[in-house]
């Protein structure tokens, strides 16, 4: 059985047609769904590019094609864009196949609403919060109250009537996407029999740190220490990561005499206002924006040259960036938010918006050899129960749960008078 698989991500399109991407998403990627599907059809945004950059990475391979929809950018690209999204999503599923939506995204949301009218099985993986990534704090664009109910509600509702559901928080996204079939614990977990099951849920990360994400050796001390260098890595589309926040807490350490240099490891539209904010704050000669940097060994050694990790979001889910931060035994500051306390221990929390509270906590790193010590270890040590080895067989389970699912729905799609069967999930 093919699976389609839509992900809100901007992939590049060369004049040969072949499909490319930067730092996420390259052929790997796809290596476990491949496991369970006979093949994947990617479906995705393709920005057009006259050329192959030395950072590109191949997307297709054997067993994975890709499905390319119109490159919009932000709400009102993809309104110029509309009619064309519409044509290529109506035609994106071929019939037979399994489909897995990667949620939020309005790339899923168009081509599933042509499944939903012909009444299609199709499961999710639910990434993020839309209503805490499109909030006043974290988004300010114009039209980002009208999108954070329009992608709430839609999720809501997606996570009731797939046929599957994986969520890469343990408790924090199922509260507010709640699945279909009641529960009685905070983890979901799936039913032993899928055949009396009419929703499969499950609580399982995303993250694919595999064993050369790893250090053997835990941090003992600064690199420098007469200044503590910074990472922050994320996009710098919008400020929902907290870039701006960060930089009020690095000028903030300046003023009490502690030296920080910062890092910014990403691309978005954000950057020339986040280069304004360093001449204001007089950190010209403090941070860098290094742009894009491929995943993998790349992003390793940029983590291995940094004392500390930090990411004050106003909204995350689960962050990948933070767990490969973790594996390299990097310490890690993160905010109060989403699914970061399920990953960093209490002691190297703050408050969301706080950059007081996060200039303090940088400062105490930095003047603290054993707490930089004490973080890393734990970080370490948590970072391996998000291992590819350990997460592996929990997602397989998931997507074998798709693919027997989907046959069902299928069989029953053509057969109307059968009864339908009771849900069941096990907690």
Known sequence: MQLCLTLEHRFFQTPDRKIWTVTQCPYAFYREYLEVFDSVRVISRAFPVPRVESDFLPVEGPGVEFYAMPGYKGPFGFLSQFANVRARARNAVPAGTAVIFRLPSQVANS?????????????????????????????????????????????????????????????????RY??????????????????RTKQYAVAVS???????????????????????????VGTLESL???????????????????QARVRFVG???????????????????????????AAGEPVRRELDRADLFVLPSRAEGVPRAMLEAMARGLPCLGSHVGGI???????????????????????????????????????????????????????RRFFEAVKELTKRAQRERHEPSRQALPSAVET
Request: charge should be neutral.
């Open 206 to 232: 995303d993250a694919n740190l595999s064993p050369e994400c790893f250090v053997s050796e835990t941090r003992t001390m600064l690199h420098d220490p007469t200044q503590l260098r910074i990472i922050f």
């Open 240 to 258: 929902y990561k907290g870039p701006d926040l960060l930089l009020e807490a690095v000028g903030m350490c300046k003023a009490q005499g502690v």
């Open 111 to 175: 081509v599933e609403s042509w499944l939903t009218q012909r009444r299609l099985p199709y499961a999710v993986e639910v990434v993020a919060d839309p209503y805490d990534v499109l909030s006043p704090a974290a988004n300010r664009h114009a039209v980002a109250p009208i999108a954070r109910r329009y992608f709430t509600r839609k999720l809501q509702r997606q996570c009731k009537d797939a046929v599957a559901v994986s969520y890469v928080t343990q408790s924090y996204l199922q509260r």
């Open 341 to 395: 306390p399920e990953v960093l221990h209490g002691e190297d929390l703050v408050p969301a918006e706080n950059a007081a509270a996060l200039a303090k906590a940088i400062a105490e790193v930095f003047s603290q050899p054993g707490k930089l010590q004490r973080m890393s270890v734990r970080n370490l040590q948590k970072a391996h129960t998000y291992s590819a080895l350990v997460l592996s067989q929990q997602r």
């Open 178 to 195: 709640p699945p279909a079939v009641e529960h009685s614990s905070g983890e979901l977990l799936p039913g032993k029999d899928l055949l």
């Open 267 to 293: 691309m978005g539209a954000q950057i020339p206002a986040l280069q304004t904010m360093c001449a204001r704050l007089g950190l010209e000669e403090q941070v860098e924006f290094v742009g894009s940097v």
